[in-house]
């Protein structure tokens, strides 16, 4: 029996297990780099053992320390959760040579998946069908555009590139093959046919090492940005008769062909026919696991527990009941090319119960760092059927308090009330159609929450607050709403016959922590908080933040002409070939990439001109405002020469 259980992860996947270990009376071990060390999964453990350093490469991928760390601690289990080291065999062989359990499949098993190029052979052998890379030039040409470069070897979108102009392969290539070499440690890249619009179907697989094999349904994870997946639900909704069976029939024929034992995942993707090919297998548990548990009623990570025990399952699964749909909640602009947001996280209540559960890797005075991935918490709706899960999980996330970094909270939301989402046909091209209407703010509500915080703001600073038997005299408060950065002057005044400045509005109440506003003859309350400088406005209308501004604005340094400044903080991972002052730039042309939060970020000079200074170099740490390169446009070149000929 085990004992004790390090997981070899941080945030949301080491609670999530950890929750399960004190049901079952498992003593916990985390491990954590230094940026974690104050994180919730560190607290929430038995032990934890330090991991020096923050980078990943230092710490939560360094299979010899965590082994290390599990044996100093006493643990006599592993299990790897999902991401670092969870898909790597090597590191499976080494925890069992350590004579600790590996609660995961066998190597083998994992080794046969790893490489995507070889599961899709391995697929192919089981009578899996299967979308054979493009082997040679001739076949890509056959094969026309558009095409996808595609890493052999991890996931989570790295190292992909969608080709639509066969001209641009082998950049395209070059770039993915870096990609995949940076994030991966290998550089192996292929090419397939590119399934447009296509949807993202995979079957939940676990098996025992006495030869059962369980499907447990499907998920679609079809909503996904820059390959990374935002929604997902189980079952997969709108499936052609009989298609279920058969991805699930080939799922298991997969996995009794390279002997899996544990929990997996066989991902397939479908086309606009209905045509389904195999993508890979994942040898790990999912983040979206939590859908198949709401709709089975089963605890997976007790199952990968009680198999690498050596427990036989049953010879059936549970039945299914209902529908069960996942949201993550991410600290991301989605408006902003899906810009990563760090800073400390002020509140994060997301309703629970009644169908709900919300796993959460952060909380209220948690800090988002730019170290690791942005997910901030997975929030699961279940009820008897789709329509009302993707109501319950609507309104649960319209009703959460997210303060701190800007989150895609409201994407979440109009996703899932948009109504070609709510038609149970999702595909990967969502957000490519859909994204401009979805980020689309509502200046109204901006405006009267942006009211509410002002009238908030000047409770307590007399000693009548807002109130007065008086007229008072004009009130001004400057607000910037984030993270667009709009500013909005507010003018009003309050007399004898309440709110006055405001048309179509009237103020109920004014407290600091609540305003409640008239507006059109309806009764809005709003929800205020303060956070130093910062304010966050709640209400049915919508979630708003802003920054505090002082009445009279405050000089700002310009920064020089062409300059170009780092949009988060990250690491500088590339820079682009031959690139080095006095280098012709094109409008938009990539210039490097910014790693940060799992997500390679692009910076391109904003006009045709010439790079005049390159001040950072692969590797190197940046924060956010840094300047990275200057590039001088033409018409700025002779201004400057204008001014520099000038004689006093």
């Known amino acids: 029996m085990i004992g004790s259980v390090l997981v070899a992860n941080r945030g949301e996947i080491a609670r999530r297990v950890f929750r399960t270990c004190r049901a079952l009376g498992i003593a916990t071990v985390a491990v954590h780099s230094d940026a974690d060390a104050r994180a919730r999964h560190v607290r929430e453990a038995d032990a934890a053992v330090r991991l020096p350093g923050d980078a990943p490469a230092a710490t939560y991928l360094r299979g010899d320390l965590i082994v290390a760390a599990a044996r100093a601690a006493g643990a006599d289990a592993v299990h790897p959760g999902y991401g670092f080291l969870s898909e790597d065999a090597e590191f499976a062989r080494a925890v069992v040579a350590a004579g600790l359990v590996w609660i995961g499949p066998p190597p083998a098993a994992m080794e046969a998946m790893a490489s995507k190029t070889r599961a899709k052979r391995v697929a192919a052998e089981a009578g899996v069908p299967v979308l054979a890379p493009l082997d040679g030039a001739a076949a890509?040409?056959?094969?026309?555009?558009?095409?996808?470069?595609?890493?052999?070897?991890?996931?989570?979108?790295?190292?992909?590139?969608?080709?639509?102009?066969?001209?641009?392969?082998?950049?395209?290539?070059?770039?993915?093959?870096?990609?995949?070499?940076?994030?991966?440690?290998?550089?192996?890249?292929?090419?397939?046919?590119?399934?447009?619009?296509?949807?993202?179907?995979?079957?939940?697989?676990?098996?025992?090492?006495?030869?059962?094999?369980?499907?447990?349904?499907?998920?679609?994870?079809?909503?996904?940005?820059?390959?990374?997946?935002?929604?997902?639900?189980?079952?997969?909704?709108?499936?052609?008769?009989?298609?279920?069976?058969?991805?699930?029939?080939?799922?298991?024929?997969?996995?009794?062909?390279?002997?899996?034992?544990?929990?997996?995942?066989?991902?397939?993707?479908?086309?606009?026919r209905g045509r389904a090919w195999f993508l890979e297998m994942n040898t790990r548990l999912q983040v979206e696991h939590p859908v198949t548990e709401c709709v089975y009623g089963v605890d997976l990570v007790a199952l990968q527990l009680r198999v690498a025990e050596g427990a036989r399952l049953p010879a059936r699964p549970p039945e299914p009941a209902g529908h069960a749909v996942e949201a993550r909640l991410c600290a991301e602009d989605p408006a902003r090319d899906w810009r990563p947001w760090t800073g400390p996280v002020h509140a994060l209540d997301v309703p629970e119960g009644d169908g709900l559960r919300v796993d959460a890797g952060v909380g209220a005075g948690d800090e988002v760092g730019p170290h690791y991935d942005a997910l901030l918490a997975k929030v699961v709706a279940h009820a008897p059927d789709r329509p009302s899960a993707l109501r319950r999980l609507a309104r649960a996330l319209e009703r959460a308090r997210v303060h701190g970094p800007v989150t895609n909270r409201d994407l979440l939301v109009g996703s899932l009330r948009h109504p070609e989402f709510a038609a149970g046909t999702p595909d990967t091209g969502f957000y490519g159609r859909h994204l401009p209407e979805l980020t689309a703010v509502d200046g109204e509500v901006t405006r009267h929450a942006a009211l509410a915080a002002a009238l908030a703001d000047a409770q307590g600073r007399s000693r009548f607050g807002g109130w007065r038997n008086v007229p008072s005299g004009p009130q001004v408060k400057r607000l910037r709403a984030e993270p667009d950065g709009t500013e909005h002057e507010i003018r009003y005044r309050l007399g004898r016959d309440g709110l006055e400045g405001v048309p179509g509005v009237r103020l109920l109440e004014a407290a600091r922590d609540r305003v409640a506003l008239e507006i059109d003859g309806v009764r809005r309350p709003f929800a205020v908080a303060f956070h130093g400088a910062s304010v966050h406005v709640d209400s049915p209308l919508g979630a708003r933040s802003f920054a505090l501004l002082p009445r009279l604005p405050e000089p700002v340094p310009e920064d020089e002409p062409g300059s170009l400044l780092a949009p988060m903080p990250g690491t500088v991972v590339r820079i682009a070939d031959g690139l080095a002052p006095g280098t012709p730039v094109a409008a938009g042309q990539v210039l490097l990439w910014v790693e940060a939060m799992k997500m390679e970020h692009r910076v391109t000079a904003p006009a045709a001109g010439i790079l005049t200074a390159l001040h950072t170099a692969p590797g190197r740490r940046v924060a956010t405002g840094d300047l990275l390169a200057v590039v001088a446009v033409p018409n700025e070149e002779a201004a400057h020469e204008r001014r520099t000929d000038r004689t006093p």
């Open 140 to 272: 890509v040409r056959a094969a026309g555009p558009p095409v996808l470069v595609k890493a052999a070897a991890g996931g989570g979108g790295r190292g992909m590139r969608i080709v639509r102009d066969l001209a641009l392969l082998d950049a395209a290539r070059d770039a993915a093959r870096a990609e995949a070499e940076a994030a991966f440690g290998d550089g192996e890249v292929f090419v397939e046919p590119y399934v447009a619009d296509g949807r993202h179907v995979e079957v939940q697989v676990l098996a025992d090492a006495h030869g059962t094999v369980w499907t447990l349904g499907t998920r679609d994870c079809s909503l996904q940005r820059r390959h990374q997946k935002v929604i997902e639900e189980a079952p997969a909704p709108g499936l052609p008769e009989g298609l279920e069976e058969a991805l699930c029939g080939h799922a298991a024929a997969l996995a009794r062909r390279v002997g899996y034992v544990g929990a997996g995942t066989v991902e397939f993707l479908l086309d606009g």
